[in-house]
């Protein structure tokens, strides 16, 4: 498993508010990574991350922002929170071309 | 940019059925192929991989995958699928361009098994 927990599990929110999401690695890894998974979209890429402080963007970037401040915790934030945002994100960590997956967050946007 | 194909969204078959999941990539650097399941309720799995040499590659539960040049494709097969392998599976291209590593996935491929 890598050693990837996400938190939370489950999460209602309200359009409009601000969510954190968390991903926590205990295996140092370089990569780490946010999906989203929709129905018929399969896992699209939000953003990256290759060390610490150094992200970029994936496919789906925009209304996400993410940080990096210590190797083991990557952050996903949704600033404003919309219901096209409601999925399931998977977080990922790798070294090189695997990569392993989190348990997934389930966030409802109402 | 690179792209995965998964033509078959939902396969159904009953119990001791061959299966074969179609995968067909679009990506112009060196091929690095993978196969996950995502079991109900849980998160993905890595089934197998292919790199490189043997084209065919053996994965865990008795899952294998041929990677085909000729065809850009890297069919999944298992010759007698279970009532457990109802899951979801993905198909992957990974790709570094520019130094940034990434995983570019397909739509998926629902499977269902019959009992």
């Known amino acids: 498993d890598a050693g990837i927990t996400q938190s939370p599990r489950h999460k209602v929110t309200e359009t409009g508010t601000p969510v954190t999401l968390r991903c926590h690695q205990t295996?140092?890894?370089?990569?780490m990574y946010w999906y989203r998974q929709d129905p018929g979209h399969g896992l699209r890429l939000i953003h990256y991350?290759?060390?610490?402080?150094?992200?970029d963007k994936g496919e789906v970037s925009d209304g996400y922002s993410v940080s990096r401040s210590k190797t083991e915790d990557f952050l996903l934030t949704l600033e404003s929170a919309t219901s096209s945002q409601t999925s399931v994100y998977f977080c990922?960590?790798?070294?090189?071309?695997?990569?392993?997956f989190g348990p997934g967050t389930r966030l409802t946007v109402t | 940019a690179q792209s995965v194909s998964q033509h078959n969204h939902h396969v159904i078959l009953s119990e001791a059925a061959s299966l074969e999941l179609g995968c067909n990539y679009s990506?112009?650097?060196?091929?690095?192929l993978f196969w996950y399941v995502q079991y109900p309720g849980q998160h993905l799995q890595l089934l197998l991989k292919?790199?490189?040499?043997?084209?065919l590659v053996k994965g865990i539960k008795g899952f294998e995958a041929e990677f085909i040049k000729s065809k850009f494709s890297f069919n999944l097969r298992k010759p007698s699928v279970q009532w457990s392998d109802t899951a979801e599976y993905f198909c992957a291209v990974f790709s570094a361009v520019g130094g940034n590593e990434k995983l570019t996935f397909g739509t998926g491929t629902r499977l269902t098994i019959i009992p």
């Open positions: 990922a960590v790798g070294e090189g071309r695997e990569q392993y």
């Open positions: 295996e140092n890894h370089r990569y």
């Open positions: 991350s290759y060390g610490v402080k150094d992200t």
């Open positions: 292919y790199f490189s040499g043997d084209p």
């Open positions: 990506y112009g650097g060196t091929v690095n």
